[in-house]
């Protein structure tokens, strides 16, 4: 296997694009990417998507896009893994270039979610879920997500609002970021005050649906020189699975998926939890957030959330996490979520995150969701350089 290192990075802003397509949407970050890379051809690309079938009535997306950014005649498919369908994406492209099957590898995350704002989005999105014994019964997503908040709520003692510093913490990193949908703080008594969707989930504790796309280029480290002064080193990639319903696991309150990748990326990259600067979790719910830190190692069992009101989650804390807003505030345009992460993650390890930088970032890991946790990636970034 071959050391593998990223030395380009694009991305568009996150929002409602209603003036451009999907396959502009993934070109824009596709050619962003290729140009940091200072690269015009590429050996393969994988595209991570969810919903183009659903919502677009658009499949095929590997030939669709490569054809569009001028790369047609490479290999190209799309992959799909819920929620964790761009890091699934990365993935491939990594095992691509450690294999030594391609050199010059392309992964890009497209999703186009405002085409529609009713029941496509919802039943694609609950598409997540095991469709025989969830989804058949009603349960939306958000619904099953309310259910796993509602009895860690209740086996930990908490009120709703002890999940408050999550969304402050996003909204306040978010702010700052000029690419993020949500460019603006909230207040712990917004947060309270706020509408509830799905009992106890409420307006604040969740993500909002967006359009986007973002992409990186890959290679062998031994000639990541030869396109980047910065290239930054994939120190672990793993992948693990758990059932599909919630009902089916031994435990719900525990991500077992998001453990396990953890603790093979950990191993693969040598360090511990200690060791890393910042983390990109998949706050695409509070709880979501609380239940990762516990599962990755940084926080006891039922004690997420004392993480974020102890302040150790800010960009000044003992493990900053949604450094440009998380899924929370720069927006969770699902099928490309996992890649936003990561070109954050090269941000912050290059020094490029502006007002939202973490000094002296060398180690950083990213880790998307994939359903209520049945597809779960973890990747662990180095800076070599500076």
Not at 76 to 104: M, N, P, T, W
Not at 119 to 127: D, E, H, I, P, R
Not at 136 to 164: C, P, T, W
Not at 306 to 332: F, M, N, S, V
Request: with cysteine.
């Amino acid at each position: 296997m071959r050391d593998v290192s990223i030395i380009g990075i694009g991305q568009t802003p996150v929002g409602e694009h209603w003036d451009k397509s999907l396959r502009h949407l993934a070109y824009d970050a596709l050619a962003a990417a290729m140009r940091d890379a200072t690269i015009e051809r590429a050996d393969a690309l994988y595209v991570g998507n969810m919903l183009s079938g659903e919502v677009s009535a658009q499949a095929h997306l590997g030939a669709l896009i490569a054809d569009f950014a001028g790369l047609r005649g490479i290999e190209a498919v799309k992959v799909e893994a819920a929620c964790a369908s761009a890091s699934a994406a990365f993935r491939q492209a990594y095992i691509g270039v450690a294999s030594g099957l391609q050199d010059i590898v392309i992964a890009v995350g497209v999703e186009k979610m405002t085409d529609d704002i009713g029941s496509k989005v919802t039943a694609g999105l609950a598409s997540a879920a095991d469709a025989e014994y969830e989804v058949i019964h009603g349960v939306s997503f958000v619904a099953l997500n309310a259910l796993i908040m509602q009895r860690y709520m209740y086996e930990n003692k908490l009120k709703r609002e002890d999940f408050a510093g999550f969304a402050i913490n996003a909204h306040a990193n978010g702010a700052r970021n000029p690419n993020a949908m949500f460019q603006s703080e909230i207040s712990r008594e917004a947060f309270v005050r706020s509408s509830l969707i799905a009992d106890p989930i409420a307006l604040l504790d969740a993500s909002g649906m967006a359009d986007g796309a973002a992409a990186v280029v890959l290679c062998p480290t031994e000639q990541a020189r030869e396109f980047s002064s910065n290239a930054i080193r994939i120190k672990g990639s793993a992948v693990a699975t758990d059932s599909l319903s919630v009902h089916d696991r031994r435990d719900p309150l525990w991500l077992q998926a998001a453990e396990d990748s953890a603790q093979r990326a950990y191993r693969q990259a040598k360090v511990g939890p200690a060791d890393l600067d910042f983390f990109e979790l998949h706050d695409a719910f509070t709880i979501m957030a609380a239940l990762s830190l516990e599962a990755t190692g940084f926080a006891e069992r039922g004690k997420g959330t004392w993480l974020a009101r102890d302040g150790e989650i800010t960009l000044e804390g003992k493990i900053p996490i949604c450094t440009q807003g998380g899924l929370k505030a720069r927006g969770h345009p699902v099928g490309a979520t996992g890649l936003y992460q990561i070109v954050e993650a090269v941000q912050q390890l290059r020094g490029e995150a502006g007002p939202n930088q973490i000094p002296n970032a060398r180690l950083g890991m990213t880790q998307n969701i994939g359903g209520s946790g049945a597809t779960i990636i973890t990747h662990i970034f180095e800076r070599v350089n500076g």
